[in-house]
């Protein structure tokens, strides 16, 4: 549905001294060391060639097209060398492999580390490949042996993420009710101590000390969430089994769903609004809305709309990413929100 969007999930993967490497960016790479195999991979196909003798060295080339009318992706070039014995009779060895990325069918052949074709967290990103390979993986598996719909599994997914994490988050939310329990006596130490700002801080601070507040708390949630979802944008991003799954007003959860579309580009948002990435937005825009309700007044306007800036920042980065994305985001802010409540 978007071939600008598969050409930026498109790269050159290759097993080049018994270990995985790719290239993505660059549009060439020299091998200088023992290869195994070289694959042309975009986000769900790939054409791998393997060598049972290895190669010897060689380089591949690549260039990603640009042209947005064109359903070209890449061109790609590999030359390869290898040495052969002396004689009038020799045999080379070779496998091609040209189909799905799926995990399953590339953990099993006959090759090392085909399996790493799926992009399950990759360079600075490569933290989260162990949360996708033995957390996410196992848990989306088990659902779909028995789940028919794909939407569905990924609301159950959710949740067995929160129950894992809610530990974790317990004690910010804790906080939160306490300080909402608060409100009320900071509201009079307010109207007692006037204007001096200075002194309603430190009696503020004081009281939560007291109270056994963290006002920071609520920043433990945040920061959890980054890792999940970059482990979860590179789980849906790479996972062939959403591919063409209908769920709701989606017609494929590997791609964003329309709501409205148009014909010309817009920079920042593309030629569509995707409606799973509102309802992302929106359930985002209601947890610093009930936040707000809960803590004390902000005297500091910056601090009183931060919270409202990362929800709107969100519509523009969620809009072109794939729906399964953007679904898990809407039940994980539902979940979030019946929490707090």
Same mark, same amino acid.
């Given at each position: 549905?978007?071939?600008v ?8 993967c ?5 270990d995985?490497d790719y290239?993505?960016n660059k549009?060439?790479h ?10 042309v991979a975009q986000?769900?196909?790939n ?17 990603r ?5 064109s359903d070209v ?15 009038s009779?020799?045999t ?6 040209f189909?799905p990325?799926d995990y399953?069918?590339l953990k099993a052949?006959d ?9 399950l967290g ?9 949360i996708?390979?033995? *957390?996410v993986?196992?848990?989306f598996n088990?659902?779909?042996?028995? *789940? ?5 599994v990924i !609301?159950?997914?959710?949740l067995c993420?929160?129950l894992?994490?809610?530990p974790?988050?317990y004690?910010?939310?804790l ?5 909402? !329990?608060l409100?009320p ?5 307010? !109207?007692?101590?006037g204007?001096d700002?200075q002194?309603v ?5 004081k009281?939560?000390?007291?109270a056994g507040v963290n ?6 949630p945040?920061?959890l969430?980054?890792p ?6 590179s789980f ?9 799954e209908?769920f $709701?007003w989606?017609h494929? $959860?590997a791609s964003?769903?329309v709501?409205?579309s148009?014909?010309?580009s *817009?920079?920042g948002?593309?030629?569509?609004v ?5 309802? !992302?937005?929106?359930t985002?825009?209601l947890i610093?809305?009930y936040?707000?309700?809960m803590?004390?007044?902000q005297?500091?306007?910056m601090l ?9 920042i969100?519509?523009?980065?969620f ?5 399964? $994305?953007t679904?898990y985001y ?5 979940i979030?929100l019946?929490?707090?409540w």
């Amino acid at each position: 549905s978007d071939v600008v969007y598969e050409r930026t999930v498109s790269s050159i993967c290759f097993y080049e001294d018994n270990d995985f490497d790719y290239i993505q960016n660059k549009t060439d790479h020299k091998f200088e060391k023992p290869v195994e195999w070289v694959s042309v991979a975009q986000q769900f196909f790939n054409t791998t060639l393997v060598s049972k003798n290895k190669f010897t060295g060689g380089e591949v080339r690549w260039f990603r097209h640009t042209d947005k009318t064109s359903d070209v992706l890449a061109e790609a070039t590999a030359t390869l060398q290898t040495k052969l014995p002396l004689g009038s009779v020799a045999t080379l060895p070779m496998q091609l492999y040209f189909g799905p990325t799926d995990y399953k069918i590339l953990k099993a052949q006959d090759a090392p580390e085909m399996d790493k074709l799926v992009n399950l967290g990759r360079d600075m990103y490569t933290f989260v490949r162990p949360i996708n390979k033995y *957390i996410v993986m196992p848990v989306f598996n088990f659902f779909g042996s028995f *789940i028919g719909s794909f939407g569905l599994v990924i !609301a159950l997914l959710t949740l067995c993420i929160r129950l894992i994490t809610s530990p974790l988050v317990y004690t910010s939310y804790l906080s939160g009710a306490k300080m909402k !329990a608060l409100r009320p006596e900071i509201e009079k130490m307010k !109207a007692r101590l006037g204007n001096d700002q200075q002194a309603v801080g430190m009696e503020q601070m004081k009281l939560f000390r007291e109270a056994g507040v963290n006002p920071l708390g609520g920043c433990i949630p945040a920061l959890l969430q980054i890792p999940i979802f970059f482990a979860l944008y590179s789980f849906f991003n790479s996972n062939i089994a959403l591919r063409g799954e209908e769920f $709701l007003w989606a017609h494929n $959860l590997a791609s964003y769903d329309v709501l409205f579309s148009w014909k010309t580009s *817009i920079i920042g948002i593309g030629n569509h609004v995707s409606l799973f990435t509102i309802t !992302a937005v929106i359930t985002s825009f209601l947890i610093p809305i009930y936040n707000m309700n809960m803590t004390p007044d902000q005297n500091n306007p910056m601090l009183k709309y931060m919270p409202y800036i990362f929800p709107f920042i969100l519509f523009f980065v969620f809009n072109g990413l794939p729906s399964a $994305l953007t679904w898990y985001y809407t039940v994980s802010n539902i979940i979030t929100l019946a929490l707090q409540w």
